[in-house]
């Protein structure tokens, strides 16, 4: 079975920061790119950032350029989504899914339940 677990969101105030945390097991990780997505409230989903399996390329949404960094560690089937100076517009759930591609979300293999994170002004 395969799973992927999201964890280290909370709430927070503007301009502090944040590591999200997607933890798998049940497949072969390193075989995967590894993709975030967030949904805020009364908003459709969308894509946040993605990372190939080796780490090598990595794509991010304009909204979070400069501002999230994403890294991957294989041998612990974890990836991270580093999230500074974050604004109040960052709150939502954020997922992470499995996949052997970037960023669209039909096209996912996998997803976790998500965790959420609020950011206060």
């Known amino acids: 079975q395969v799973l992927l677990v999201e964890s280290g969101g909370g709430l927070v105030q503007a301009g502090d920061s944040l590591r999200l945390s997607c933890a798998a097991s049940?497949?072969?990780?390193?075989?995967?790119?590894i993709n975030w997505f967030r949904q805020a409230p009364g908003r459709e989903r969308e894509f946040v950032a993605g990372?190939?399996?080796?780490?090598?390329?990595?794509y991010s949404a304009d909204s979070v350029k400069g501002r999230f960094t994403l890294s991957r560690d294989n041998a612990k089937k974890t990836v991270y989504l580093q999230m500074n100076s974050l604004k109040p517009e960052d709150t939502a759930v954020y997922y992470c899914?499995?996949?052997?591609?970037?960023?669209?979300?039909?096209?996912?293999?996998?997803w976790g339940k998500g965790t959420r994170v609020t950011v206060s002004s």
């Open positions: 990372i190939s399996w080796n780490g090598v390329s990595r």
């Open positions: 049940g497949l072969t990780f390193s075989s995967f790119v």
């Open positions: 899914a499995a996949s052997r591609t970037f960023g669209v979300d039909s096209f996912m293999n996998y």
